[in-house]
């Protein structure tokens, strides 16, 4: 299987900071990769798709970037909604589906 | 507006059965691959079952083959989980989730993000 590894675990931001969150594969996964929000005792929110593409609704805050085994997750501008934990999960279709171990997002 | 419910979740002993429902709406159910993705307690989300919109098509993790099935009623637009001989380490919150533009899983292949989710409905396993 695949495995998927964020950096960091954990990142105390202010509000108004740009964050930049990394995500690794153990192999390519070309631009097959997804970005999730997850607030505490919710389901996840499909932020990012195909790497780079913004979900409908989704602010444009929110950018992603990356293709092969390397991946980041961009807040331009950090909200008080946005402390939250990322999670980024790869969708290669000869392997299951994996996710990272998440990013918890914490106010400074 | 797209919305799935599941329902189902509760206690019960090592070894027993449970079975979760999902219910869709906003959608053609029919159209698109559904899935169940779990999260221990304060821990991350590991993906568990996949089925193509036909039905034709079933994806397991290594974890629950050969224990969970994964089917659907697309004339009911439901998804269920049978879940047997649990262990305590299938205590968990169990969410369906849709398929996401761009996917596509038959019987041979599925791939694709997860563009929404249920509430998620627990399980817990324990004596």
């Known amino acids: 299987d695949i495995q998927m590894t964020q950096s960091p675990s954990t990142l105390s931001a202010s509000v108004g900071d740009r964050v930049t969150i990394t995500c690794r594969a153990s192999?390519?996964?070309?631009?097959?990769l997804a970005w999730y929000q997850q607030k505490p005792g919710k389901a996840p929110n499909l932020l990012i798709y195909k790497a780079s593409s913004l979900q409908s609704g989704v602010p444009s805050r929110f950018s992603g970037s990356g293709s092969g085994t390397e991946f980041t997750l961009t807040i331009s501008s950090l909200q008080p909604d946005d402390f939250a934990t990322y999670y980024c999960?790869?969708?290669?279709?000869?392997?299951?589906?994996?996710f990272g171990q998440g990013t918890k997002v914490e106010i400074k | 507006e797209v919305q799935l419910l599941e329902s189902g979740g509760g206690l019960v002993q090592p070894g027993g059965s449970l079975r979760l429902s999902c219910a869709a709406s906003?959608?053609?159910?029919?159209?698109?691959?559904m899935t169940w993705v779990r999260q221990a307690p304060g821990k991350g989300l590991e993906w568990v079952s996949a089925?193509?919109?036909?039905?034709?098509?079933?994806y397991y993790a290594d974890s629950v083959k050969g224990r969970f099935t994964i089917s659907r009623d697309n004339s009911k637009d439901t998804l269920s989980l049978q879940m047997n001989s649990l262990r305590a380490d299938d205590t968990a919150v169990y969410y369906c989730?849709?398929?996401?533009?761009?996917?596509?899983?038959?019987?041979?292949?599925?791939?694709?993000?997860?563009?929404?989710w249920g509430q998620g409905t627990l399980v817990t396993v324990s004596s």
């Open positions: 089925l193509s919109g036909s039905g034709a098509g079933t």
């Open positions: 999960q790869q969708y290669n279709r000869y392997s299951p589906w994996t």
């Open positions: 989730a849709k398929f996401g533009w761009g996917s596509n899983c038959d019987s041979t292949s599925c791939y694709g993000n997860f563009d929404y």
């Open positions: 906003g959608f053609t159910f029919s159209s698109y691959a």
């Open positions: 192999q390519s996964i070309s631009s097959l």
